[in-house]
């Protein structure tokens, strides 16, 4: 399993643009799907996007356009460019990684990371 430690957040504008990173331990991460999550307050933690260990990309509904997942195997560093973000947008953002078994993820296991605090507010 690998560790995975998020960052790159912050408070933003309305209309703002963040870069996050999940910076990923060891040597295996080229094989494991990663995906990005988030949790606003009060409300349930939900799959923005995940990335196949090949590059395949799957994003939920209501990015529409707006987020882009990426990964770099050579920096074992996942990327979510997440733009005009909105305040209802402010949230914790998790990613979560698992070995790709070539099949939908799941990101069944109990472990979360720290994640990253984004805060969109004028």
């Known amino acids: 399993q690998v560790q995975l430690a998020e960052s790159g957040g912050g408070l933003v504008q309305p209309g703002g643009s963040l870069k996050l990173s999940c910076a990923a331990s060891?040597?295996?991460?080229?094989?494991?799907?990663v995906g990005w999550f988030r949790q606003g307050p009060g409300k349930e933690r939900e799959l923005i996007a995940y990335?196949?260990?090949?590059?395949?990309?799957n994003y939920a509904d209501f990015v529409k356009g707006r987020f882009t997942i990426s990964r770099d195997n050579t920096k074992n560093t996942a990327y979510l460019q997440i733009n005009s973000l909105k305040p209802e947008e402010t949230a914790i953002y998790y990613c979560?990684?698992?070995?790709?078994?070539?099949?939908?993820?799941?990101?069944?296991?109990?472990?979360w990371g720290q994640g990253t605090q984004v805060t969109v507010s004028a």
């Open positions: 979560k990684a698992e070995l790709d078994s070539g099949y939908a993820p799941t990101f069944a296991d109990d472990y």
């Open positions: 060891g040597s295996l991460f080229r094989f494991y799907v």
């Open positions: 990335i196949t260990s090949d590059g395949k990309t």
